[in-house]
C-alpha cells in the first residue's frame, strides 16, 4: 500500500510540474523569455508595451517596427521580457479601491496655482499636463466642476501624480512612451503631452479653397477682408490616395501662399482614403483610428509654426459625414479625436486642437443624423474635454437674422426654417455654451467653423431645378439680408465673451463649383470672382 502511495504522490508531481511547463511554454510562445501578442482593435504599441510592462522600444525593436505608430489588427508581436521572465498582463478589469486617497501634506515642490477667472479644474491639470482627478484628489475636491476665483490649487510633483494614479488604478491618457514618433520625425523625449496651446480669443476668418486656384489672387481677396485667420479643408483621402504615399506638394503650396501673407491658419481634416475604410459609402472615418492620427501627426510636424490650428473631422453626428457599419458615435469620435489629439501634440505642443464643427439639425433619429445637443451632450460623456482646445460649431442661420431665437414667427413671410432652435445662429452658440457649463468646461472657447446665410438672389438659379430643393430658404434672403446678416453676427461674436475665431462659409466656392453649386449661395464673390454685397460690408465694417 506504501508503494501505491507513493506513486500515486509521483504522479501527481509530474503532472503540476507538466502543467507548469506547459504554461510556461504557451506564454511564452515557446521561445523562451518572449510572449507573442496578436494586435485587437483600437490597440496601439503604447497600449501594449504598457499591458506587458515593457517598453514601445523594446517591442519596436523586438519587431523590427520601423514606424510605432503603424501597427494592424491581427499582426502578432514578439513581447521581449529581460532576463527570460515572462510578465503578465494586467487584467483589464483589476478592482479599483474605493478608499479615498487622504490628503498629503504639500510637499516643498509643490506649485500653487490660484483660480482665475474663467478658469476651471480640467484647464488648469492641464496646464501642467496633468489629469483633472489627480489635481483633484491631490486637493480633496469632490466636485471638480466647482473651483473659485481666488482659490489655491496645489499642484502635485510628477512622482506624487504617478503615485495617485498608480493608487487609483488609473493610467494617465497623457502619458506617452519616450520613444513614440510621428512617421519620418525625431522621437519625442517626453514622458507626456506638451500642450502649449493658449485659449484664442474671438477673431475674424473665413473658408477658401485654394487648391487649382490662383491662390496668391484669393489670399489677396481674403486679406482685403482684414481677417486674421483663413481655414482649409483637407479632404485626406484626395492627398494620401494609398497608404504612407502622401502627395506633399499641393499643401506646400498652399501653406506657403498663406504663411507669405501672413494670415492664421486652419487646417479642417476629414474623409478617410477608401484604403483605411471598412465602406466606400459617402465619407466617413477609418477603420483603424491610428491611421488618421498618423496622417495629422505628420501634418502638424511638417507645418509646426506655420499651420496654427486643426480641426478634426467635419459634421460627424451626420450619417453622409460619418458613414461606418458602426453607426453614428460620439464616443467613437472622441476616440478619434484622443489618437489624433495625442499625434498633433506629440509633433507641434502650440497647435490648436478643436473639435469638428457639428450641423445644427433637429434630426435625430441616430441612423441618418443625432441632434447637435444631444451628440455634443454624449461627446462630453465621453471626455471631450480631456482631448480639445476648443469647441468647433457650425451656427448658421437659414432665413433667421443673427439675433432672433426660436421660435417666435421671426419672419411671417418665410414659411418655414423657424420650428427649431438648431435653425438660430446665436441660439446654437448659447445652447452649447449651457452644456459646456453643466460639463465644468467654461473655460473653453466655442470656434464657429463655418457660419453664414446663403442667398441665390442675383445668381439667376432656383431650388429645385438647379440646386437641391433642401435649400429652398435662401431664396428668403436678399443680397441686401445676408451681407446684413453676416456683419451683425460678427458683431456679436465678440459680445459673447466665449467666442473664438469665426470662419465666414465662404469666400470663393462660386468660382471653383460654378453657379449651380450649392456651395455658390454662401460665397461672397460670384462665379467671375466679383464681390458681392456681403464681401463688400465684410471689408468695410469695423473690426
Known amino acids: ?12 508531481a509530474l ?14 510562445g515557446g521561445d523562451g523569455g518572449q510572449t507573442v501578442h496578436t494586435v485587437q482593435a483600437g490597440e496601439n504599441l503604447y497600449r501594449i508595451a504598457l499591458q506587458y510592462g515593457t517598453t514601445v522600444d523594446a517591442i519596436a525593436k523586438a519587431n523590427n517596427v520601423t514606424n510605432p505608430n503603424l501597427i494592424v489588427v491581427g499582426q502578432k508581436l514578439i513581447i521581449p521580457v529581460s532576463g527570460g521572465v515572462v510578465v503578465p498582463p494586467t487584467p483589464t478589469t483589476a478592482p479599483v479601491s474605493a478608499t479615498p486617497m487622504p490628503t498629503p501634506v504639500p510637499a516643498p515642490a509643490d506649485v500653487v496655482h490660484v483660480v482665475q477667472a474663467g478658469e476651471n479644474l480640467f484647464r488648469i491639470a ?29 499642484i502635485p510633483s510628477g512622482a506624487t501624480a504617478a503615485a495617485i494614479a498608480g493608487a487609483a488604478g488609473t493610467p494617465q491618457p497623457t ?8 512617421p519620418g520625425t525625431t522621437p519625442v523625449a517626453t514622458s507626456v503631452i506638451d500642450n502649449q496651446a493658449s485659449n484664442v480669443g474671438f477673431a475674424y476668418g473665413v473658408q477658401v479653397h485654394l487648391p487649382n486656384q490662383d491662390m496668391a489672387s484669393v489670399i ?9 485667420w483663413i481655414k ?22 498652399m501653406v506657403s501662399a498663406a504663411d507669405a501673407a501672413g494670415v492664421n491658419i486652419l487646417f479642417s481634416v476629414n474623409s478617410a482614403p477608401s484604403w483605411a475604410r471598412d465602406s466606400d459609402q459617402e465619407k466617413g472615418p477609418p477603420s483603424e483610428y491610428n491611421n488618421y492620427a498618423n496622417f495629422v501627426g505628420q501634418l502638424a510636424q511638417r507645418y509646426k509654426g506655420k499651420v496654427d490650428a486643426y480641426e478634426i473631422w467635419n459634421e460627424q453626428n451626420l450619417r453622409r459625414e460619418w458613414n461606418t457599419p458602426n453607426g453614428i458615435s460620439a464616443a467613437s469620435y472622441v476616440e478619434l479625436l484622443r489618437v489624433a489629439y495625442t499625434a498633433i501634440k506629440l509633433s507641434d505642443p502650440a497647435a490648436v486642437v478643436v473639435t469638428g464643427g457639428l450641423a445644427p439639425t433637429g434630426y435625430n433619429d441616430g441612423v441618418n443624423a443625432i441632434d447637435d445637443r444631444v451628440y455634443l451632450r454624449q461627446m462630453y460623456e465621453a471626455g471631450v474635454a480631456e482631448w480639445s482646445d476648443a469647441i468647433g460649431a457650425h451656427p448658421n442661420g437659414w432665413a433667421n437674422p443673427p439675433d432672433s431665437t426660436c421660435c417666435r414667427n421671426n419672419r411671417p413671410a418665410v414659411p418655414g426654417w423657424d ?15 449651457e452644456i459646456m457649463k453643466q460639463y465644468g468646461d467654461t473655460g473653453t472657447y466655442i470656434w464657429p467653423t463655418e457660419f453664414g446665410w446663403g442667398s441665390n438672389d442675383g445668381l439667376n438659379v432656383e431650388p429645385g431645378v438647379d440646386f437641391p430643393a433642401d435649400y429652398e430658404f435662401v431664396s428668403y434672403t436678399s443680397l441686401d439680408e445676408q451681407a446684413a446678416y453676416i456683419v451683425r453676427a460678427f458683431q456679436l461674436g465678440p459680445t459673447l465673451g466665449y467666442v473664438g475665431p469665426m470662419f465666414l462659409w465662404n469666400l470663393n466656392f462660386c468660382e471653383v463649383v460654378g453657379v449651380t453649386g450649392e456651395q455658390c449661395l454662401w460665397s461672397l464673390l460670384d462665379p467671375v470672382g466679383n464681390p458681392r454685397p456681403a464681401y463688400t460690408a465684410v471689408r468695410d465694417m469695423a473690426k
Request: overall charge negative; hydrophobic content about 45%.
Open 15 to 28: 503532472m503540476v510540474l507538466l502543467s507548469l511547463v506547459s504554461a510556461a511554454w504557451a506564454q511564452d
Open 220 to 228: 489677396t481677396k481674403a486679406d482685403a477682408l482684414d481677417v486674421t
Open 126 to 154: 492641464l496646464k501642467y499636463n496633468l489629469l483633472t482627478s489627480i489635481v483633484a484628489t491631490y486637493n480633496n475636491i469632490e466636485n471638480p466642476n466647482l473651483v473659485y476665483v481666488g482659490q489655491e490649487i496645489r
Open 1 to 12: 500500500m506504501r508503494h501505491v502511495r507513493k506513486l500515486l504522490t509521483v504522479i501527481v
Open 419 to 433: 420650428d427649431h432652435p438648431s435653425f438660430f445662429f446665436k441660439q446654437t452658440l448659447a445652447d452649447y455654451r
Open 232 to 253: 482649409q479643408q483637407i479632404e485626406w483621402a484626395l492627398y494620401e490616395p494609398t497608404v504612407g504615399n502622401i502627395n506633399w506638394t499641393p499643401i506646400d503650396e
Open 175 to 182: 502619458a506617452v512612451p519616450a520613444t513614440t514618433q510621428v
